[in-house]
């Protein structure tokens, strides 16, 4: 059986170490990472990492045989797989190779690096980066296998994930085994959703008080100022004056203080005696309505000016709790963030 036959790569997700997952899928690619902590130590385990001939399963090759596979860890070093020769009776070919992977980076007993698509995605226009990094544990050796895939491909992307995750697990299983895995207990679950309830309330109870601007804040009084703008009549916001001067109650009638003027002079030919004190009290109410009329616009704007300033600030202020954070992507030196220390990584 070899690793390009998608039925033996389905079968083989029953074996995996302390941590195996996909923890990335898309159109675009999948990410399988796995973890497993040996008792060795990291020199122990690069030594057998670079040997790939003792570990990995000879049911992933092209030849059928792992020991057909070498690994030169330096930059530009090749994972390679010798095809061998056949000579036999009826059938004779000539010696091939294949290249399963890259060395990009090789960090003695720290982390090493390869570019290249594993088995089936070998025939796929993608690229798939394979990182092993090793840290120390208070047990042994951490070892953290992570193989990052992306580009364009024919298999449905969440069948052929979990058939690399799968097989990931079982090569690293592979590797691990020899060198005594150390069972580990599970980590405790994260229990941060208490934490985030009460940062939601206040911000949920906010929304209504921002939506409804106009009735709790100053703004009241502008609604009541309007209504005498809009009305365009006077009479009123003029019942302040007329506390002063009864009689200037019929001027609001006549709108315009032209109208008020004819009268005053066709009132002395009709009575003498009233006409002496009519045109004093009319001319002094005529003034004193024409001055309220130009005042109570003058002023009415004012209110109306200022409306509109309150109303506009909930509106800007009422879009800024709308928005909520999106959850940063795990990046890969997330995921490696034990190894902080060492340079490159």
Avoid at 89 to 98: A, D, E, K, M, N
Wanted: charged letters at 15%; proline letters at 16%.
């Amino acid at each position: 059986m070899k690793f390009p036959v998608m039925a033996a790569a389905l079968a083989v997700l029953a074996s995996a170490p302390a941590a195996a997952e996909v923890t990335r899928s898309s159109e675009l690619g999948f990410v399988s990472r796995n973890e497993v902590v040996v008792k060795a130590t990291p020199k122990e385990v690069w030594l057998a990492l670079i040997s790939p001939a003792s570990w990995w399963d000879k049911a992933h090759t092209w030849s059928g045989d792992a020991m057909n596979l070498t690994l030169t860890p330096q930059a530009g070093g090749c994972f390679c797989e010798t095809i061998p020769e056949v000579d036999e009776p009826g059938r004779f070919t000539l010696q091939g190779s294949v290249e399963h992977m890259r060395v990009v980076q090789a960090y003695p007993e720290a982390a090493l690096r390869m570019v290249g698509a594993l088995g089936p995605l070998q025939s796929e226009p993608v690229t798939g980066v394979l990182t092993i990094v090793l840290s120390k544990h208070e047990k042994g050796t951490r070892i953290v296998w992570e193989y990052n895939v992306g580009g364009s491909m024919r298999y449905e992307v969440p069948v052929i994930s979990k058939a690399v995750d799968g097989v990931m697990a079982t090569q690293l299983a592979a590797l691990a085994k020899p060198l005594g895995v150390v069972v580990l207990p599970p980590p405790p679950a994260p229990a941060p959703a208490p934490a985030a309830a009460p940062a939601d309330a206040p911000a949920a109870a906010a929304l209504p008080a921002a939506g409804k601007p106009a009735t709790p804040t100053g703004t009241a009084p502008a609604p009541s100022a309007a209504k005498p703008a809009t009305g365009s009549v006077a009479p009123k916001p003029a019942a302040a004056p007329a506390a002063v001067a009864p009689k200037p109650a019929p001027a609001p009638a006549a709108a315009a203080p032209k109208a008020a003027a004819a009268p005053s002079a066709s009132a002395p030919k009709p009575a003498g005696l009233p006409a002496a004190s009519a045109p004093k009290p009319a001319a002094a109410p005529s003034v004193s309505a024409a001055k309220p009329a130009g005042t109570a616009p003058a002023s009415a704007p004012k209110p109306a000016a200022t409306a509109p300033k309150p109303a506009a600030a909930p509106a800007t202020g009422s879009p800024k709790p709308a928005p909520k954070p999106t959850p940063k992507p795990t990046s890969v030196e997330d995921a490696f963030s034990d190894l902080d220390d060492k340079p490159g990584l």
